[in-house]
Nanobody, 128 residues
């Protein structure tokens, strides 16, 4: 089992940047592919970005492509989400998630159901 704790959220203005972090503890972090998801009030949870266990493969939702960057530091058991040019529509509770079958997969997954462990979330609010 792995425990995930997100941090780095906050209140920012349109065009600002934030970097979210997700610290993992428990099982070997490098075995897991990692993903970021978000959920805005009244909306369903949606995929944001994912990264393979090695960091070699990344994938983004179209809505964040070119503005957000996912990365990981396996030595620190941490995954990051650098968010630039933030927009009000990016306002949401952001969750990181771990896919325990990451080492056995080709590529990364975008469905929440493929992730086994979830953090509690960190709030990002972008004011216009």
């Amino acid at each position: 089992q792995v425990q995930l704790v997100e941090s780095g959220g906050g209140l920012v203005h349109t065009g600002d940047s934030l970097r979210l972090s997700c610290a993992a503890s428990g099982r070997t972090f490098s075995n897991y592919a990692m993903g970021w998801f978000r959920q805005a009030p009244g909306k369903e949870r949606e995929f944001v970005a994912a990264i393979s266990w090695s960091g070699a493969t990344t994938y983004y939702a179209d809505s964040v492509k070119g503005r957000f960057t996912i990365s990981r530091d396996n030595a620190k058991s941490t995954v990051y989400l650098q968010m630039n040019i933030l927009k009000p529509e990016d306002t949401a509770l952001y969750y990181c998630a771990a896919d325990s079958r990451g080492r056995t997969r080709v590529g990364v997954k975008v469905r929440g159901r493929d992730y086994d462990y979830w953090g509690q979330g960190t709030q990002v609010t972008v004011s216009s």
